[in-house]
C-alpha cells in the first residue's frame, strides 16, 4: 500500500480502536442523557434529529460569518453552544444533485443522479433504504420530509418517499416566496409566506393535540394519506428543506398583508452597507470559451441597482431563517423535547453575487461551495461547546454522522464519514483535500472538477462544445481540459490571483492535476 493509499484509507475508513472506545463512552453518555430528558408525552431512549437543510445560503451569510448587515443572532447562538465547522463545503454546488448527494451519502460520480432531466437517473431502491432517514425508521422513529424537494426516488412519483416516510409534505422544484401559489399541496397553510409556512407545517407535525386539526383537515386529498402526526411514544427524526434564499423564491417577498413586516422593511436603510464585488459586473475572471455572463440564466445577470436589491431581499431571507431557528428551539423547549434533540444546520450550496464577474453557482469557486455546518447536541460536554473545527468536511458526511450519533451502524454504500470524533473534540486521521465537481451541462454552466486541498485550490474545465444537455459523469474520452485556475486560498481566499501560469508554482499544479484524475477514479468506484 503506497502512502496515497494510506492517506484514502485514512480518509474514508472507519476509526480506529480509541475512536471506537471514544464513539462507546459518547453513547454511553447519550443514554444515560435519554433517560433524563422527558418528552411531552413519554420517555425516550434515542435522540431526536432535526436536519434543516437552507437553500444557496452562502458561508459568509452569518453575523458570525462576517455579513456586515445580516442579523443571525438564533443560528450564532446554535453554534455557540454546538459545533460550527468553518471548512465545510458541497461537493456538487447545485439544487437536486447536492440533494442527491446527501440522500445517498455518495459523490455525484459516484450515485449518477445529477438533475434527472438530463441524467434520466433516480435515487435508486437501495440509495433510499440506506438513506438516514429510513435507517432511522426502521430503529423506531417516526419521520418527517417537508417542504422542498428536488430530486426523484425511484420513480417520478417519489412513491417509496410518500408510502414510507411518515410525514411527507413537499412541493417539488422551487416553491416561491408564497408557495400556495404555486403548489396546492400547501393551500391548507394558514401562513402563506414560504419559512413561516413550514415552520407552521413542522409545528403541525410535532407538536401532539388537535391545535393543528385544521391543517390535517384541510389538506389536499393527494397528501391526505402521507400525513401522520408524531408518534410521542418514538423518537423522531424530521428533515425540514427551506427553498430561501434562492432568487426564485425572492419574488414577491412581503407583499402580502399577512407577510412578517421584516421581509419588507428590515435593512432598507442599511442598502450602502451591503458589500458588493470589486469592478462588477465588468471583473469577468473566465476566458469565453469557458463562460460569459450572457450565457447565464437571467435571474443571475445582475445590474448595480438588481444585484444590490437581490442582496438586501437575501438578507431579509437569511433574517427569516434565523428567526426559524429561534422559533424551533423555543418550541422544542416548551414540548421538553430541547434535552434529547440533534439540530443540524446546512445549506444546498452557495451563491455567487457578481463575484468572478457572475451569479448563480456551479462554479466551483468559494463562494458557490463553502457553506456554513452547525451540529447541536444537547449531549455535548461543557468544554466541547462553541468549538469551530478546520478539518475539511463535506455533505455527504451528514448522512453518517446522524446516524453515528443515534448510535446505528452506517451503511457501506456511504462514501461521507462520520463526523462525530470531531464533534466530541478528538484529534482523528482527516482527509486533507475535497474533490469537487459540475456535472450540470445546461445554463451555459462547463463541466469542471475540482480539488480543494487545506491551503489549494485546482479547478479545470471542460469545452462545451459537445456536452450540452448530457450527462457525462465518465468525461468524453481523449478529451483534455481547456483552462485551469490554481489559487492559494490562505493569501487569496477570494480567488483573484490565478497561479497556473506561474511557474514557481509549476510542481504545485503538476501535484493537483495527479491528485485531480486520483480522485475521480476513487470515487467513481
Known sequence: MNSTQMLELAHYGRQNESQTMKKQLYLLTLVLACALAHSSAANVSQPNVIFLLADDQRFDSLSM???????????????????????????????GPSRANIFTGQWERKNRIGFASISKNYVSAEAFENCFLMQLKHAGYSTAFIGKHHTKIVDRSNTPLKQNIDFCYYGEGHLGFH???????FRNLKNKSQTEGIFEAFEAYLRPGDDHAYFYENA?????????????????????????SHQSSLGGMGSKPGDPKFYSTRYADR??????????????????????????????????????QAKLSTARA???????????????????????????????????????????????????????LIVYSPFLAKDKRGVQRAELVVGQDIPATLLDMCGLEVPETYQGASMLPLIEGGKVAWRKDIFLENLFTDQGYPRQDAVR?????????????????????????????????????NVDPKEQRNLAKNPEYASVLSGYRTRCKELAAEISN
Open 220 to 244: 389536499d386529498a393527494s397528501i391526505k394519506g402521507q400525513l401522520k402526526q408524531r408518534d410521542v411514544t418514538k423518537p423522531f427524526c424530521a428533515w425540514i428543506n427551506l427553498n430561501l
Open 179 to 185: 408557495p400556495a401559489e404555486k403548489k396546492k399541496v
Open 453 to 489: 486541498g487545506e491551503r489549494f485550490k485546482y479547478i479545470r474545465y471542460y469545452s462545451k462544445d459537445n456536452d450540452r444537455n448530457q450527462y457525462l459523469p465518465d468525461g468524453i474520452e481523449g478529451e483534455e481540459p481547456i483552462y485551469e485556475e490554481l489559487f492559494d486560498t
Open 65 to 95: 460569518t462576517g455579513h456586515p448587515v445580516t442579523e443571525t443572532p438564533h443560528l450564532d447562538r446554535l453554534a455557540g453552544e454546538g459545533v460550527f465547522f468553518k471548512n465545510a463545503f458541497v461537493t456538487s454546488p447545485i439544487c
Open 271 to 308: 442598502m450602502d452597507d451591503l458589500p458588493m464585488p470589486e469592478g462588477y459586473p465588468d471583473n469577468l475572471t473566465l476566458p469565453a470559451e469557458v463562460i460569459t455572463s450572457k450565457q447565464q440564466p437571467g435571474y443571475y445577470r445582475f445590474s448595480e441597482k438588481s444585484l444590490k
Open 318 to 372: 437569511v433574517y427569516g431563517i434565523d428567526q426559524f431557528v429561534g422559533n424551533l428551539r423555543t418550541m422544542l423547549e416548551e414540548l421538553k423535547l430541547d434535552e434529547n434533540t440533534i439540530i443540524v444546520v446546512f445549506s444546498d450550496n452557495g451563491l455567487l453575487y457578481g463575484e468572478h464577474g457572475l451569479g448563480g453557482k456551479t462554479m466551483l469557486y468559494e463562494e458557490s461551495v463553502h457553506v456554513p
